[in-house]
């Protein structure tokens, strides 16, 4: 029954997260986050999707709210919510390997901190599990090459 109470709270936790995202509420996004993945620490659909919030949405309506913000603020802060989205990743990697969450990973590192290297590592990190999508190991040997 707890096992089944936890899943309902954490369901109900994340339609929450999705109408603070709405919203567009970044304190209330980051919270709710929190509560659901407590709730469902194993959940890769949450974890994902949180991560993808947390890199991508929150700096951008920052970025929105705030249009005259000097660049390298944004850049700081850009790093900065790509770095928590990464965090959370990590933290559910405590698990047996995921490949979705090193292919996340990765995609984080490239588009969010154009870092190739760390990008490539992600990807080849996904690319040796079992449960790895065959383009892992391709965008791995790109990135390793150069190649764009």
Same mark, same amino acid.
């Given at each position: ?23 567009r509420d970044p304190t ?14 194993? &959940?890769?659909? =949450? ?43 990590? =933290? ?14 990765? &995609? ?14 992600? =990807? ?15 965008? =791995? ?8």
């Amino acid at each position: 029954m707890a096992g089944s109470f936890r899943t309902v709270a954490a369901d109900w936790l994340w339609l929450q997260t999705n109408l603070a995202w709405e919203a567009r509420d970044p304190t209330r996004v980051r919270r709710l986050i929190d509560l659901t993945l407590r709730a469902d620490p194993g &959940s890769r659909y =949450f974890r994902l999707n949180s991560a993808r919030m947390l890199a991508y949405d929150l700096p951008a309506w920052q970025r929105e709210a705030e249009p005259g913000v000097p660049v390298a603020v944004r850049a700081r802060r850009r790093v900065a919510a790509a770095e928590e989205a990464l965090r959370l990743l990590e =933290f559910g990697l405590r698990s047996p390997g995921d490949a979705a969450l090193h292919v996340e990973m990765g &995609s984080i590192c490239l588009y969010a901190l154009g870092d190739r290297a760390r990008a490539a590592e992600c =990807f080849r990190q996904a690319a040796a599990l079992p449960d790895a999508p065959d383009y892992a190991g391709r965008i =791995f040997e790109r990135l390793q090459t150069g190649k764009r």
